[in-house]
């Protein structure tokens, strides 16, 4: 972990690793997609450790870059601003390279919003199960899925007389 970017900020990057990386499949599928530890190994990154999280750091910040230059931008569609949330907005060298990176788009940590960025993931999920419970479709043309993506399914728990008495006085 890299606590605040610090050692991304004091390593050196490595542009010959960032360039090799970013040859992978992985980047020139179209979104949405998702990628793990399973594509892509430390062992790439034969190096320091400040230099092996500066090129990390530097690989993440180039792979959205050009993900927004080759999906968004290069279609002319609009984009002002990206709201940043997860582990990554604490990282101030990561988001001040993506500043640096695309100068055009505005950077806003969604904490700024009044969203707590650590619980963006667990509130989507507990959106996802509210609109199972509606019996209304999941997703979108954002999700890659084409037509109807059905409802999601709940299976009650020992809590469920609770959980719908929560939902009945927040309605």
């Not at 972990?1 to 179209?30: C, N, S, T, Y």
């Not at 999280?53 to 569609?77: D, F």
């Not at 002002?80 to 990176?101: A, I, P, Q």
Request: net charge positive; glycine share 12%.
């Amino acid at each position: 972990m890299d606590v605040g970017g610090k050692l991304a900020r004091e390593g050196g990057v490595d542009q010959r690793v960032v360039r090799k990386i970013l040859k992978h499949p992985f980047f020139k599928k179209a979104p949405p997609k998702s990628t793990g530890r399973d594509d892509f190994h430390f062992s790439l990154l034969r190096t320091s450790q400040r230099t092996l999280v500066a090129t990390a750091t530097a690989i993440t910040v180039e792979s959205i870059a050009q993900a927004y230059e080759n999906w968004i931008l290069g279609r002319k569609l609009p984009l002002k601003t990206v709201f940043l949330c997860g582990g990554g907005v604490k990282n101030h060298t990561l988001v001040h390279w993506l500043s640096e990176r695309l100068q055009q788009i505005e950077f806003i940590n969604i904490e700024d919003v009044g969203i707590n960025p650590t619980y963006v993931e667990a509130q989507a999920f507990a959106y996802f199960g509210f609109l199972s419970l509606l019996g209304a479709p999941l997703g979108g043309a954002w999700t890659g899925a084409r037509g109807f993506g059905p409802p999601g399914s709940i299976t009650p728990g020992k809590n469920w007389g609770e959980v719908m008495r929560r939902l009945r006085a927040a309605m």
